[in-house]
């Protein structure tokens, strides 16, 4: 089985200098839709295809009414010229094309004012594994159907406006890592069951997988400072997840917070190992941690 996963990009590899000679100050390129070939339309839909095969049983039912009201359903890499117009309509987000990563700065600074940054390329279709760079797939199918919901996209917008806040006092660590636990590889409860809602998560069809239904990895309530200290790892599946009451509580807790009080208390905390518990935890399940077990074993 191929593997595709993406998203694990990390914010230590953002790069700080200047746009490229094709980018505007503000780093966006044109997406040049009519530019993709046919081998490329035919890597987004095959993608496309095994994703939306295995997700409506698994993904919170936002995400799927989100393909729905932006007509992602249509084949082909989508349009944003399309896109936007539908997407501004449900919740007055905009997708902006970029050439790979930006520097932190520039990435909050556009979610601030909801614009979400995609990568214009697609991965080759032999490129299986891992991509350094998230490709439109990632970001486009993983990212932009929640947008469409209000909460999550209110979510998306006060995590840029912390990201400005945090940059200031020197703390992007601890909000990316809030980012990767609940934007990348967020779960959400739904009743009793668990779905995925996290991006890295739904674009990649062995960890959609392994997220909900591997006995490995620690599924832990969402606590926001639990979060902030917790290590994680871009380059293979993760070995905890955090799960979310809802996307409205997840707004109610960051959106307004003044964050600096938590980050006074996180300066003289520990970080957390990548599949540590600690006492305070609300374990909804305990791992086995047999996957990191085997992983490390080589
Ligand atoms: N750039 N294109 C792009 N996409 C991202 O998700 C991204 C980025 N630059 C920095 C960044 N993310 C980090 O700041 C966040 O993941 C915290
Ligand atoms: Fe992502």
């Not at 674009?203 to 969402?222: Q, V």
Request: charged residues 25%.
């Amino acid at each position: 089985e191929t593997e595709f996963r993406t998203g694990a990009l990390s914010c230590i590899m953002a790069i700080h200098h200047a746009p490229p000679p094709e980018a505007a100050p503000d780093w966006t390129i044109p997406q040049d839709w009519r530019s993709y070939t046919a081998a490329e339309h035919a890597v987004w839909d095959r993608l496309f295809a095994r994703q939306t095969r295995m997700l409506p049983a698994r993904v919170i039912p936002a995400f799927i009414d989100g393909l729905d009201i932006l007509r992602m359903t249509r084949p082909g890499i989508p349009d944003f010229d399309e896109l936007n117009p539908r997407l501004m309509k449900a919740t007055g987000w905009q997708v902006v094309a970029v050439p790979g990563l930006v520097p932190d700065e520039v990435f909050f600074s556009h979610l601030a004012r909801r614009r979400f940054v995609a990568g214009r390329f697609i991965r080759r279709a032999d490129q299986s594994e891992y991509l350094e760079e998230p490709d439109v797939f990632h970001d486009v199918f993983g990212h932009v159907p929640l947008l469409a919901h209000p909460a999550f996209a209110d979510y998306m917008q006060a995590y840029g406006e912390g990201g400005l806040r945090a940059a200031k006092l020197g703390m992007i660590e601890a909000l990316a890592r809030l980012y990767w636990y609940t934007v990348e590889f967020g779960l959400v409860r739904d009743g009793d069951a668990l779905k995925l809602y996290g991006a890295g998560i739904v674009s990649s069809r062995g960890e959609s997988l392994f997220a909900l239904d591997d006995p490995s990895p620690h599924r832990i309530a969402f606590d926001l400072k639990r979060v902030m200290r917790s290590r994680y790892r871009i380059d293979d599946y993760q070995q905890s997840y955090f799960v979310i009451d809802s996307f409205e509580d997840l707004l109610r807790q960051t959106r307004d917070v003044d964050f600096a009080p938590l980050y006074e208390q996180l300066r003289d905390c520990p970080p957390i190992a990548v599949g540590e518990l600690i006492p305070t935890d609300r374990v909804i399940h305990r791992g086995t941690q047999a996957y990191a077990r085997f992983r490390a074993a080589g």
